[in-house]
C-alpha cells in the first residue's frame, strides 16, 4: 500500500500546486459580480493591455456606475528582485479595494514621489514606512526613485504589490499618459452594463474618434495629466466581469480547472504500472493458497471479490495518508520559503476533489487489476 500512498502524495502536490495558481490567478482583480473590468481583446496577458485613458470619464457618466478605476501594471525591479507597481487613482482604487493603511499614510493622487506598499511586499523586499527605493521599469527602460509612505492590507494578490499615483505608473510602463491596462468599473447593474456597453460606449468613441481630437472634457477627479483623444478600433476593447476576465486569458491558452487535474492525475496514472506490479506480487506470493482454493471448488471470482474486500479498505486508507503527507508537506513549503508565482504570494487552496479523487483513482485501478489478473488453480 506504500505505492498508493506515494501516488496520492504526487498527486496532490501537483493538485495543490496547480490549482492554486489557477485559482489564485482568477482571482488577481476580485470576485465582486458588480465589478467589471475594460481591457484589450488582443493583449496575449492582462498585463500588455492597453486601452485609451479617455475611456474613463465616458464610463463614469453611464447610469449606474458608482466608481471607475483606471489602472496600469508595470513589471519593475526593487531591490533587485521582480515586482509589479500598479498605477491607480487613490479616489476611485478605495471605492472598489476598500485597502487598510496598517502604517503611514493613504496615497494621493498628486504624490509624485511617492508609494504604499502591501504588507507582504514590504516583507519580501524588506521596507517600511519612508523607506527609499530605486524602481527599474522592465518593459520601458526607465527608473525613478520612490518613498515608501504607508503600507496596506487589502486581503488579496494586491498585498504583494506597490500602488503608485496613476501617472507614475504610466511613466513606469512607458505607454504614455493617453493608455492604461485596464479600467475596472463598479455598476448597480454589471450584467446590463455589460450588454450596453459596446452600444453606449462604442458610439461615443466612434464620434470621438470622427473629431477634431484634443483634450477630453470633464476629467475625472484626481487626473492630473492631460486626456487626449486616441485612436483606437472599438472592436478590440472588451468588457467582461472582473472575475472572469482572468479566467479569460486562461483560456486563450487552453488552461482551465479541468485541465490543471488532468496533469495532476496524470503523475497519478504514472505509478499505476507500479500499482500493477503490486497486485501480481501479492497474486504470486499467495499462489499456493490459491491454488488450494481453486481444487476445493472455490470460483476465480470469489476469490478476486474477497482480495477486493480486503485490499480496497487498505488502498483508500494509504491513498488518503498519502493525501494528508502532501498536504502537511505543501503548508511546511508554504510556511518555510513561501510560494510565489510572477512576485505574488500563492495561498494553498484545498479543493475537495484532491481529497476525493486519489481514493477514487486507488479504487478504479486496483479493481481493474484485480478483475483481470488470472488466478489460475
Same mark, same amino acid.
Request: proline residues 3%; glycine residues 6%; hydrophobic residues 50%.
Given at each position: ?83 509589479? #507597481? *500598479? ?8 471605492? $472598489?479595494?476598500?485597502?487598510? @493603511?496598517?502604517? !503611514? =499614510?493613504? %496615497? +494621493? ?73 485596464? #479600467? *475596472? ?8 452594463? $455589460?450588454?450596453?456597453?459596446? @452600444?453606449?460606449? !462604442? =458610439?461615443? %468613441? +466612434? ?84 491454488? $488450494? ?6 470460483? !476465480?471470482?470469489? %476469490? +478476486? ?73
Amino acid at each position: 500500500m506504500l505505492v498508493v500512498a506515494v501516488a496520492s502524495a504526487l498527486f496532490s502536490i501537483a493538485a495543490l500546486s496547480l490549482l492554486s495558481f489557477y485559482n489564485g490567478f482568477t482571482a488577481y482583480l476580485g470576485e465582486d459580480k458588480d465589478v467589471l473590468a475594460i481591457y484589450d481583446r488582443a493583449s496575449s496577458t492582462p498585463f500588455t493591455s492597453l486601452i485609451p485613458a479617455y475611456l474613463v470619464e465616458e464610463l463614469s457618466s453611464l447610469d449606474g456606475v458608482s466608481a471607475c478605476s483606471p489602472e496600469v501594471l508595470a513589471p519593475c525591479i526593487i531591490n533587485g528582485r521582480a515586482s509589479f #507597481i *500598479r498605477g491607480v487613482l487613490p479616489e476611485q482604487f478605495m471605492k $472598489i479595494n476598500a485597502i487598510k @493603511v496598517l502604517e !503611514g =499614510e493613504m %496615497l +494621493k493622487s498628486s504624490d509624485a514621489d511617492s508609494a504604499i506598499i502591501g504588507f507582504k511586499a514590504a516583507e519580501r523586499l524588506g521596507l517600511k514606512v519612508n523607506s527609499r527605493i530605486i524602481v527599474y521599469g522592465v518593459v520601458a527602460d526607465r527608473y525613478l526613485e520612490l518613498t515608501i509612505k504607508g503600507v496596506y492590507r487589502s486581503g488579496s494578490l494586491m498585498d504583494d504589490e506597490v500602488l503608485v499615483p496613476l501617472h507614475v505608473g504610466q511613466w513606469l510602463r512607458g505607454s504614455g499618459y493617453d493608455y492604461v491596462t485596464l #479600467i *475596472r468599473v463598479k455598476a448597480e447593474k454589471a450584467s446590463v452594463l $455589460i450588454q450596453s456597453f459596446h @452600444v453606449e460606449v !462604442g =458610439e461615443t %468613441l +466612434k464620434e470621438s474618434q470622427a473629431s477634431t481630437g484634443g483634450s477630453s472634457s470633464s476629467p475625472l477627479y484626481g487626473v492630473i495629466t492631460p486626456r487626449a483623444i486616441t485612436h483606437f478600433n472599438p472592436d478590440k476593447i472588451g468588457v467582461e466581469e472582473a472575475s472572469r476576465l482572468m479566467k479569460t486569458y486562461m483560456d486563450k491558452y487552453g488552461l482551465s480547472r479541468e485541465i490543471m487535474l488532468i496533469f495532476s492525475a496524470v503523475a497519478f496514472l504514472f505509478s499505476s504500472l507500479t500499482v500493477a506490479a503490486a497486485i501480481r506480487t501479492i497474486i504470486v506470493q499467495h499462489r499456493g493458497e490459491i491454488s $488450494i482454493l481453486r481444487s476445493i471448488g472455490a470460483s !476465480g471470482r470469489t %476469490l +478476486k471479490l474477497d482480495l477486493l474486500i480486503k485490499l480496497l479498505p487498505l488502498a483508500i486508507f494509504a491513498s488518503l495518508m498519502g493525501v494528508a503527507s502532501a498536504a502537511l508537506a505543501m503548508l511546511a513549503l508554504q510556511e518555510g520559503i513561501g510560494l510565489e508565482l510572477m512576485s505574488h504570494t500563492l495561498t494553498l487552496q484545498f479543493d475537495p476533489i484532491i481529497l476525493i479523487l486519489p481514493p477514487a483513482l486507488s479504487i478504479i485501478l486496483i479493481s481493474t487489476f484485480i478483475i483481470r489478473a488470472k488466478l489460475e488453480a
